[in-house]
């Protein structure tokens, strides 16, 4: 079965994305948890963390800092849940390594997945205002 995140990141699937660079691609979440739920990939597949190569997993880590410091900026969330699972039993459901940066309101339930597709003018728009606080 191809792999979604692949079609991606060569174009023949859709996305909200927010940033791109030679090594990741930051997109939303097309089922979020919260508003702003972001997902950060390396551009060359690789199953999980026992795959990555250390130099995609520092850009993806790197990556996080700046797109986390935007969610922060655009949306003010009371804090961010940051998540990476590897292997089915530890939740993960597409597997093409991912991280998964969720904005999170004070009192919220500690969720990774969402079975409610957003709604496409929102999460144009939240890709848009992350665009945005990126370049601040």
């Keep these: ?30 089922f979020p948890v919260s508003r702003g739920h972001t997902l950060i990939i390396p551009k060359a597949h690789c199953q999980d963390l026992f795959e990555i190569e ?8 790197q990556r996080s800092l700046s797109i986390a410091a935007a969610i922060r900026s655009a949306l003010a969330p009371d804090g961010i849940s940051v998540f990476q699972l590897n292997g089915a039993a530890a939740g993960q459901t597409v597997f ?5 940066l969720i904005p999170r309101m004070q009192g919220d339930a500690l969720e990774i997945h969402s ?6 003018e929102d999460l144009r728009q939240v890709a848009a205002m992350l665009t945005e606080a990126l370049r601040d």
């Design 115 to 120: 079975r409610v597709r957003g709604e496409e």
């Design 1 to 30: 079965m191809p792999c979604i995140f692949c079609q991606i990141v060569a174009g023949e699937a859709p996305c909200f994305r927010i940033h791109e660079d030679d090594l990741t691609l930051t997109f939303l979440d097309l």
């Design 54 to 61: 250390p130099g995609a997993l520092g850009a993806v880590a």
């Design 96 to 100: 093409h390594y991912h991280m998964h």
